[in-house]
């Protein structure tokens, strides 16, 4: 089962390669998605096309503005969830690595840097992927740091994500791997040894901003990826349908101003167990009296989630 679909180019192992895609521990490979607030919005493509035209380009004259407070649209089909609705692109990848390998990374590594030596993760972190996975060297690896300086712009652009993040470590925490490995170290074991396709950009199709990500396998034959997000179906299903509405067009927007406290109220209505978390961190940035928004997603991202899955 899955969204959108695997990396369909690799065979998941730790060597060989199809189609110029290697899928060990390097290779290159063409495709899609977003960078630095560039759209590319033609058809549906490869994850990976917007870093990949990122990765071309000059380096931004500017630095990205991280915590830059966006407008959100709500997730009809998740009311409690709401998503950037300014997202510079309108048809989505066929595969979701370069929204899932930011969140899984997220939820196996340390919440601050003082765990770090403990951290399975962190090490895996820190070798898996080779010179070629990472654009034959032209990006560069990111770091536990790095990957706590990007939770601020992921926050901005799923307001659920602070809290799939907390909910897949819980649910990482009770796995058992066949080695008997328990728990992170366990998931690591078992499902972050191996690559397919090229690094993913940790910011959404800029390579430069916080480096890349090890492209934990999504192939067939290792579909490491599928498993660790299916260690928790309902943060899949709304990780997959807020994706959906990312590239919703038109629609009611709660402005950027209002936006924190739109989705302090929203969850309100979040499910048992998930209010606390959601309200503490949507009050921190202040605000508005929030508008209504909806959009009219519930049966098209549902049609959508169904479509993406493989059975």
């Known amino acids: 089962m899955g969204g959108y679909g695997k990396d369909r180019d690799g ?164 796995f058992v791997a066949q080695s008997g490995e328990r728990g992170l170290a366990g998931v690591v074991a078992a499902h972050v040894q191996t690559t397919s396709v090229t690094a993913g950009a940790l910011i959404y199709g800029d390579l430069h901003a916080l480096g890349a990500l090890p492209h934990i396998s999504n192939a067939r034959r290792s579909p490491d990826q599928d498993a660790i997000l299916e260690l928790d179906f309902a943060v899949r299903m709304e990780v997959e349908a807020s994706v959906h509405t990312l590239f919703v067009q038109g629609g009611d927007v709660i402005a950027a101003e209002t936006a924190p406290l739109a989705a302090a109220a929203a969850a309100l209505q979040a499910p048992a167990g998930q209010e606390e978390k959601t309200l503490g961190s949507s009050l921190d940035s202040g605000g508005d009296e929030p508008e209504a928004a909806t959009v009219g997603l519930g049966a098209a991202a549902e049609k959508s989630v169904s479509r993406w899955r493989r059975g």
């Not at 503005?65 to 959100?72: E, I, K, W």
């Not at 930011?102 to 972190?125: D, F």
Request: proline share 5%; net charge positive; charged share 25%.
């Open 11 to 174: 065979a998941g192992s730790k060597g060989g390669s199809r189609k110029g895609a290697s899928t060990g521990k390097g290779g290159s490979k063409s495709s899609k998605g977003d960078a630095a607030g560039r759209g590319y919005a033609s058809r549906a493509s490869d994850w990976d096309a917007a870093q990949l035209r990122n990765l071309a380009e000059d380096r931004p004259s500017r630095p990205l503005d991280l915590a830059r407070v966006r407008p959100q649209r709500r997730v009809e089909a998740f009311p409690h969830l709401t998503v950037a609705a300014d997202w510079p692109e309108s048809k989505p990848p066929r595969s979701g690595s370069a929204f899932y390998l930011p969140l899984i990374w997220t939820a196996l590594l340390p919440e601050s840097m003082e765990e770090a030596s403990s951290s399975a993760a962190v090490a895996q972190l820190a070798q898996l992927g080779d010179g070629r996975h990472f654009h034959n060297g032209a990006v560069r690896r990111s770091t536990l740091e790095d990957v706590l300086k990007a939770q601020v712009y992921w926050r901005q652009v799923f307001s659920g994500w602070e809290d799939w993040a907390r909910r897949m470590r819980t649910a990482m925490s009770q």
